[in-house]
């Protein structure tokens, strides 16, 4: 029976799980981002304890490859790694945007009765400050349609292939494009963080077709490079010095 310990790290939600055989048997969450750095571990170590398990009893650890936060992708991927670097198991990273996009299938058959006949797009969004977002577009089987890009939402964004197909908006970025995008081919589903669990049939299928990463030299994709703000005060302090 294959076991895959599932990390998702890139976003508010600190989401850890256990899946057996593309079953869900553990979850632990906790959505504040602050919380990355003390909770990760402890979550990990309870769902082991809770199995009866052992980091050499899993097949494989799965991590989300972002994009994301900087520090929330960066905490994920050294605990993945360390895992599996230590009990000797693989190492899968898995897109975060597709699994989001896996996480939302009980909303798609309802939508696509909808569509009037239009094709139905998936677009998750995740939340890149302001208003722009990390965003790609799939269809309902999960193929990629759009690259994934970060964009700078306005009333013009997707509007072409609004005219041609029905899309649906989701995930911690799409709350506050309602009122930009404008159309009444976009629908907007409420309240879809990223979450383990939403990576679990892309994990096994991975698992089985040994689409590993490299221990060493993976790392997360962070779309865009990582930019340190220092604290307004000490700014002035340093200027009036």
């Not at 990390?7 to 969450?29: D, T």
Request: glycine residues 6%.
């Amino acid at each position: 029976m294959a076991t895959i310990l599932l990390i998702e790290s890139g976003g508010n939600v600190c989401s850890v799980a256990l899946a057996r055989n593309n079953e869900l048997i553990g979850i632990r969450e906790e959505n504040d981002p602050k919380s990355h750095a003390t909770r990760l571990t402890v979550f990990i170590q309870e769902l082991l304890n809770e199995q009866g398990l052992t980091a050499t009893e899993l097949s494989a650890v799965a991590v989300g490859r972002g994009p994301g936060s900087y520090t929330g992708l960066r905490i994920g991927v050294s605990a993945a790694k360390g895992i599996c670097y230590a009990a000797g198991i693989p190492l899968i990273a898995i897109d975060s945007l597709q699994a989001l996009a896996s996480g939302i299938t009980n909303f798609t058959t309802h939508a696509k009765s909808t569509t009037n006949q239009k094709p139905l797009l998936l677009c998750p969004m995740i939340d890149a400050r302001r208003m722009e977002v990390y965003s790609a577009l799939y269809d309902v089987e999960l193929n990629k349609k759009a690259a994934v890009e970060a964009l700078i939402i306005d009333s013009n964004s997707f509007k072409e292939t609004l005219e041609n197909s029905t899309i649906l908006f989701f995930g911690s970025g799409a709350d506050k494009c309602k009122k930009v995008i404008v159309s009444p081919q976009a629908r907007f589903i409420e309240a879809i963080e990223p979450s383990a669990r939403f990576m679990i049939p892309l994990a096994f299928k991975a698992l089985n077709n040994e689409d590993f990463e490299n221990i060493a030299y993976f790392e997360p994709y962070y779309l865009k490079d990582f930019v340190a703000i220092k604290a307004k005060n000490k700014v002035l302090r340093h200027a009036s010095e």
